[in-house]
């Protein structure tokens, strides 16, 4: 069984990713830390029919005291009203600063209990069992939690570390064909900002169908490479931002098309080609590379294009909200190649002209 370590220094926390098939059937003893203590099991509608039993059978054998807090499906949750709905659910279970809640679900419910997390009582303790492809390669690892505004994705967020993050590759059995192209978008960013080995091997293996035998290793390719920035700059404040590749346009795509509309990674997939086509229009990205990326995500059954029904104007007043702005610029990551990238600070009106 795959285990990634992480440290995030400036936080002072280190914890450790663990990954493997059936580990959602038999983690009692990485969950021992938590006997005595309650529990907050926080899943979604889906979600919780399908495995919040079998986890609370494991925390009991822990010795834990568990309870199912049970959210909608789908991105609309990701709001403050039902962030308050958990804050009311953690304060009926009484649950202290020695207590534990755990995010079981995808990206929606790791994000979002991960901020009730964070700032009820000044922060609890945290666990990550992500249960999609896109939460188990990206948004289970590094801290970052939040839940969404009207006027932009992921403004209201923190920065707070899960203690443990469980990944059992067998859930993903249960996700649709969208739910795992969603997930590969993600993957496909990993190689293009930080491993060219990783992003050929993917061009090896698509379509996605020869990719599945050997998912788990590239889930943990994916967290190592993400451990690795979050280790740097825990903060977001330097070079972790070019993890942000393609999520300059994709938020915007995300709250042009209404929550939910658009699956993360399918905004991420169109915002990574739009990215590479900017860098080769600024001279920076080498020509070819945007019709390389696009091939590849095109063989794994991604959008590539911006919605029509979304004017430039809007897309680009929405990209100067994002939080990577900077008073008139937003810094937007652009590739230098294949497996590396920097960032560029670019006005709303380049981002519009390039739109």
């Known amino acids: 069984m795959p285990i990634v370590p992480v440290c995030a220094p400036a936080q002072e926390s280190r914890y450790d990713i663990h990954i493997g098939h059936g580990l959602l059937s038999a983690c009692a003893p990485l969950l021992a830390p938590y006997a005595g203590r309650k529990a ?54 009484r649950l202290t600063r020695k207590d534990v809640v755990i995010a079981l679900g995808g990206g929606v419910i790791g994000d979002i209990t991960g901020y009730a997390a964070a700032t009820y009582m000044r922060g609890v303790r945290f666990v990550q069992v992500p249960t999609t492809l896109l939460a188990q390669v990206d948004s289970s690892v590094g801290g970052k939690v939040a839940v969404n505004h009207p006027r932009g994705k992921n403004l209201l967020g923190a920065f707070y570390q899960p203690e443990l993050v469980l990944i059992d590759c067998a859930t993903l059995a249960t996700l649709d064909t969208r739910q795992i192209g969603a997930g590969l978008g993600e993957v ?33 390719r994916c967290c190592a490479i993400k451990a690795r920035y979050v280790a740097e ?40 080609v739009s990215a590479a086509r900017w860098g080769e229009t600024l001279g920076i990205t080498p020509s070819g590379t945007a019709e390389r990326i696009r091939a590849l995500l095109t063989a794994y059954q991604l959008m590539t294009d911006v919605p029509e029904c979304l004017t430039a104007e809007s897309l680009a007043a929405s990209m100067a909200l994002d939080k990577k702005a900077d008073g008139a610029k937003v810094n937007t990551v652009i590739l230098t190649k294949i497996g590396a990238c920097t960032g560029v600070p670019l006005t709303p009106d380049q981002l519009r002209a390039m739109l």
Do not use: W
């Open 188 to 220: 496909v960013k990993y190689g293009c900002i930080a491993d060219e080995a990783l992003f050929t091997k993917l061009e090896a293996l698509s379509p996605r169908e020869a990719l599945m035998p050997v998912l788990d290793e590239v889930i943990a």
């Open 40 to 93: 907050a099991v926080v899943a979604d509608s889906n979600t919780a029919p399908l495995y919040a039993d079998t986890l609370m059978a494991q925390l009991r054998m822990a010795g834990a005291q568990p309870a199912l807090i049970t959210l909608p499906a789908g991105e609309t949750t990701k709001c403050p009203e039902q962030l308050a709905v958990l804050y009311d659910a953690f304060l009926d279970l």
């Open 233 to 272: 700059d825990p903060h977001d404040h330097g070079v972790r931002m070019q993890l942000n590749y393609g999520h300059t346009l994709a938020h915007a795509l995300e709250n042009g098309m209404g929550y939910g509309t658009l699956l993360h990674g399918e905004a991420v997939s169109i915002g990574m």
